[in-house]
């Protein structure tokens, strides 16, 4: 679960995020959409600890991502952007002691390795160095090391970078699937046939505040005032959030 209360994020005098506040449950699969520089990664930055609010909270599944910062992260999985992978490991190495990060006794680790390899069907070159895999290889490397230890939220910064569409689709799938089992999920992405066909709920933010937060359902609904596409529905309410 995810829980965010006010939460507000200035540089100097500009405002990145400007008093937002959600609430995610967990099992609900929700996306996050907004133009370049409308505050969707510094968000997702506090979300994950790597920025500190300028005010209000954030709780992950109870816990406050300031006051008990490695409680919290120890309850998500993060993939972002742009993965980095150690080149001299293996993918298997790097799953390995990505787990081994968040304490995993040895035997769970052994066994969740496997499973999350089987899951995005890493076998055939995860015994391979990361420095020569492509793209979408590191990003499914990126996307176990964040599963390996069974999260209960995962938040997701642009998951679709650079993969194929075979990866996609693994990737998507996965989600999903994780969704379904109670896993609360927080995509940020710029891709609106995904956020269509995946997003249980979806919030729209531009320069810092949130402009539209409702179901799917409602959303298509919103879509049959302009010309039955998302990306109408989107443009529109990001011009008059500018106007």
């Known amino acids: ?41 510094t968000t ?9 609010p300028t005010a209000g909270s954030i709780r992950i599944n109870g816990f406050d991502v300031v006051k008990e910062p490695l409680k919290a992260k120890a309850t998500f999985g993060y993939i972002p952007d742009h993965p980095y992978l150690y080149d001299k490991l293996t993918g298997r190495e790097f799953i390995y002691s990505m787990g081994g990060l968040y304490g995993m006794r040895k035997e769970t680790l052994k066994e969740n390795v496997q499973r999350v390899i089987d899951l995005l069907e890493l076998e055939s070159w995860v015994d391979k160095k990361t420095e020569d895999y492509s793209q979408g290889m590191r990003q499914r490397v990126t996307f176990a090391a964040a599963f390996v230890h069974e999260p209960k939220t995962v938040i997701i910064d642009e998951p679709m ?43 729209i933010i531009n320069k810092g505040r949130m402009v539209f937060l409702d179901t799917r359902e409602n959303l298509h609904r919103h879509k049959a005032k302009y010309d039955g596409k998302l990306e109408s529905v989107f443009l529109e309410l990001t011009k008059e959030a500018d106007e």
């Open 44 to 52: 997702i930055k506090m979300m994950t600890g790597l920025f500190t």
């Open 1 to 41: 679960m995810i829980e965010l209360h006010n939460l507000t994020k200035t540089f100097g005098p500009f405002t990145a995020v400007d008093d937002v506040s959600l609430s995610i449950p967990a099992g609900e699969f929700f996306g996050f959409l907004g133009p370049n520089g409308a505050g969707k990664t």
């Open 161 to 203: 970078v650079g993969l194929d569409p075979r990866s996609a689709r693994i990737v998507k799938d996965t989600l999903k699937r994780m969704s379904q089992n109670g896993v609360s999920i927080f995509m940020s992405t710029h891709i609106l046939e995904m956020v269509e066909e995946l997003c249980d709920r979806v919030g």
